[in-house]
């Protein structure tokens, strides 16, 4: 039963990048394997399931919530004869609609250029078998050893040119001074953007779509008398394609020299738990998991603990029956960190949370300027 909620929780997320990617879903398919198939990702069964239903409503894409291996991709696009993208390809995809500067555009296409070069040789392997691997001297090989070339040149220059703005971007941050630097991190979509608006007073794009924000966002606001500088980045997510965290590095920066991290977790979705792991992995990637953190329960406007069936002969009570104040002990103890919570929409709360942050932030330049205090 859990593993069924947990994927119907990872296909809802799927479903919600494929809306954000600008698509419908139709259906859903699960299967439960021990390990995928190593030539078609699911069995056959299922697959001709799939492909009845492709067939029958004249599907344009199947989407896999996992990354798919290049081969993978080719056979089953073979069987299905419609476009198949996986979880990866999807992400990517919404990245690129929604690159802002030309900063994020080349960090996207670099990623998605790196995506496409190993699915280049898939498609060579696969004119191969088709040739049965004898005279392999074919117009085919020679395009696609062009292609793979042209990718190639593309990639480096990409990367000379993200190194280019990265040395920009690092005198940036260097003219700051030694204002204090905090900065927003959370799984996409908890409403970080929100939050910056409410407290920076500014006006940063924020929408119920996934990745609303790519670029780094920095507002300088003042609490008290005690001014500091805060961050806005891209938001995490569960699999985030290895590509994208390596391209998005310099974004990243932000997070990596801030002095205090907001964790910002939305703790009205059923599954705020596995979003903070996902979050934590990756500062942990970043090597910012240390970093004094601040949790920040956020929407506690829609937050709704499951009603408690009387007749439940549970006696101790579940997880989902927490009581927010429940909830903050648990994190403080659980991660050893202060936590809060608010609603970034309605405003709720943002006294306590502007006073914790206040007080986080002066005692970080206490320590900096001990002298001046
Ligand atoms: P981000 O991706 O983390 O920057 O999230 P956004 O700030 O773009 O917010 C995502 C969605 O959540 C938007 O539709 C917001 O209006 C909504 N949202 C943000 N804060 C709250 C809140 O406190 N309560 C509720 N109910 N919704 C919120």
Not at 32 to 51: A, L
Not at 109 to 120: F, K, N
Not at 144 to 150: C, K, L, N
Request: glycine fraction near 4%.
């Amino acid at each position: 039963q859990q593993d069924e909620d947990k994927s119907q929780e990872y296909l809802d997320e799927l479903e919600f990048l494929a809306y954000t990617a600008g698509g419908e879903v139709l259906k859903r398919f699960v299967q439960k394997m021990e390990k995928p198939d190593s030539k078609t990702f699911i069995g056959s069964g299922k697959m001709e399931e799939v492909r009845e239903f492709v067939e029958a409503n004249d599907v344009g894409t199947a989407i896999f919530d996992d990354e798919l291996s290049p081969a993978q991709q080719k056979n089953i696009e073979r069987i299905l004869k419609c476009k198949v993208v996986d979880r990866t390809y999807l992400i990517l995809d919404i990245f690129a609609q929604r690159a802002q500067t030309s900063y994020a555009r080349t960090q996207v296409e670099l990623a998605q250029y790196e995506y496409l070069l190993p699915r280049l040789t898939g498609l060579w392997t696969h004119l191969e078998r088709q040739r049965g691997g004898i005279g392999m001297r074919g117009p085919g090989e020679t395009e696609i050893e062009t292609d793979r070339r042209i990718v190639r040149d593309r990639i480096s220059l990409l990367k000379k040119k993200i190194k280019k703005i990265d040395k920009q971007m690092e005198v940036q941050r260097g003219n700051r001074g030694a204002l204090v630097r905090v900065a927003l991190v959370g799984y996409t979509n908890v409403g970080k953007s929100t939050l910056m608006n409410v407290i920076s007073k500014s006006e940063v794009f924020a929408e119920n779509k996934l990745f609303a924000t790519l670029d780094t966002t920095v507002r300088k606001v003042v609490i008290g008398n005690l001014p500091f500088l805060l961050s806005d980045t891209v938001g995490f997510i569960r699999k985030l394609p290895t590509q994208l965290v390596e391209s998005f590095k310099s974004t990243l920066d932000e997070v990596r020299e801030a002095d205090l991290l907001l964790h910002v977790v939305d703790i009205s979705h059923s599954s705020f738990e596995d979003h903070i792991a996902s979050v934590n992995q990756i500062l942990d990637e970043i090597k910012s998991a240390d970093k004094p953190t601040l949790m920040v329960f956020n929407k506690i406007d829609a937050y709704e603990p499951e009603t408690i069936d009387e007749d439940d002969l549970i006696t101790e009570k579940t997880k989902a029956h927490f009581t927010l104040k429940e909830w903050k002990q648990t994190w403080m103890q659980r991660e050893n960190v202060d936590a809060i919570f608010i609603s970034a929409l309605n405003k709720e709360n943002l006294e306590e949370f502007r006073k914790t942050v206040y007080d986080a932030v002066r005692d970080i330049h206490v320590t900096r300027f001990p002298y001046n205090n």
